[in-house]
């Protein structure tokens, strides 16, 4: 089945540690997104990809940033992660930038210790 | 400032009869509608959407309203089944930035009871 997977479901990490979050998917789309949940809130929509251009959106903090190697990866990086950025992160991806339906992964949930 | 907005966070229904689930919004240049499922540990999924030009959208068992003058949609499931029961995102596209991105609410709980 297609599908998009993130690794790993859960991650804890401490407080400043460097750590990074994956997303793959099989379904050949061209955009990838990534978006934050923290508890009782919306997904909050960090940046997306389309191919390899890199679309940041306006409030996401420096702390975070995206690399996608190839249309099937995308991964996540929080250089220096703070208490405030424990949350659910949620990767999605659709086949156009246009108003089309996203494919979300189960997500990850991050701990910051 | 929540552009999306879902005031129920839950609602509890009897299985067999209608669920409401609402949604407002404050932009009006939103012209696309979507909403999403949630079971718990998984990713939402797509359920069913509508664009500005409708005020309705049926696909069996679940319908999406939009009333573009309220600012406000809603989606009604008839019947409700147990397996229904899963948190509900109303989501709407937002072209402004010049890119389209869909602005999430913060979702509603729906439980069915047997």
């Known amino acids: 089945d297609a599908m998009v997977i993130q690794n790993p479901r859960y991650q804890v990490t401490q407080f400043g540690k460097p750590v990074t979050l994956s997303c793959s998917q099989t379904?050949?789309?061209?955009?990838m997104y990534w978006y934050q949940q923290k508890s009782s809130q919306a997904p909050k929509l960090l940046f997306h990809?389309?191919?390899?251009?890199?679309?940041n959106e306006a409030d996401t903090p420096d702390n975070f940033q995206s690399r996608r190697p190839n249309t099937s990866f995308c991964f996540l990086d929080i250089r220096s992660p703070g208490l405030g950025d424990a949350a659910m992160y949620l990767c999605a991806t659709s086949r156009g930038r246009e108003q089309e339906t996203q494919y979300f992964g189960p997500g990850t949930r991050l701990l910051v210790l | 400032d929540q552009q999306v907005k879902q005031n129920s966070p839950s609602l509890s229904v009897q299985e067999g009869r209608i669920s409401i689930l609402n949604c407002d919004y404050t932009n009006s240049m939103f012209d696309y509608f979507l909403w999403y499922k949630k079971y718990p540990a998984e990713g939402p999924t797509f359920l069913i959407s509508i664009s500005s030009i409708k005020d309705k959208n049926e696909d069996g068992r679940f319908t999406v309203f939009l009333n573009k003058s309220a600012k406000h949609l809603s989606l009604h499931i008839v019947p409700s089944q147990p397996g229904d029961s899963a948190v509900y995102f109303c989501a709407a596209s937002d072209y402004t930035s010049g890119t389209y991105k869909y602005i999430f609410g913060t979702g509603t709980r729906l439980k069915v009871l047997a």
């Open positions: 379904l050949n789309h061209n955009v």
């Open positions: 990809y389309y191919d390899k251009d890199f679309n």
